[in-house]
């Protein structure tokens, strides 16, 4: 699987954006789909995640209530909807798949064999 992130951008606090996720090589199906965002300095961290096949979805607690996630069967496509946006969700925001991660496991970047190239969120105060 290739995942191709995009979406990022500048954008002042309380503004949206929504990031994108494109597979190409397989379909999304049986992937868990996990969104991480890695900030300067700091470690890769678990932001959201979204079951394709049953559509449950589970958010970090800091961007619980402003982000959602979701997924577009016929374009193979995953996104991220971030709103009411600030300064500290700014990082370069990556997507990444697994076929495999158990659910106890899906927070840790070392379970995902693929990942998209990361993409810049910017949120200015």
């Known amino acids: 699987v290739q995942l191709q992130a995009s979406g990022g951008g500048l954008v002042q606090a309380g503004g949206s954006l929504r990031l994108s996720c494109a597979a190409s090589?397989?379909?999304?199906?049986?992937?868990?789909i996990t969104w991480f965002r890695q900030a300067p300095g700091k470690e890769r961290d678990f932001v959201a995640t979204?079951?394709?096949?049953?559509?449950?979805?589970s958010f970090a607690d800091s961007v619980k209530g402003r982000f959602t996630i979701s997924k577009d069967n016929t374009k193979n496509m995953a996104y991220l909807q971030m709103s009411s946006l600030k300064p500290e969700d700014t990082a370069v925001y990556y997507c990444?798949?697994?076929?495999?991660?158990?659910?106890?496991?899906?927070?840790?970047?070392?379970?995902?064999?693929?990942w998209g190239q990361g993409t810049q969120v910017t949120v200015s105060s």
């Open positions: 990444a798949a697994s076929s495999r991660v158990i659910a106890s496991a899906v927070t840790s970047p070392a379970q995902y064999a693929w």
């Open positions: 090589g397989s379909t999304f199906r049986n992937y868990k």
């Open positions: 979204l079951n394709w096949n049953s559509g449950r979805t």
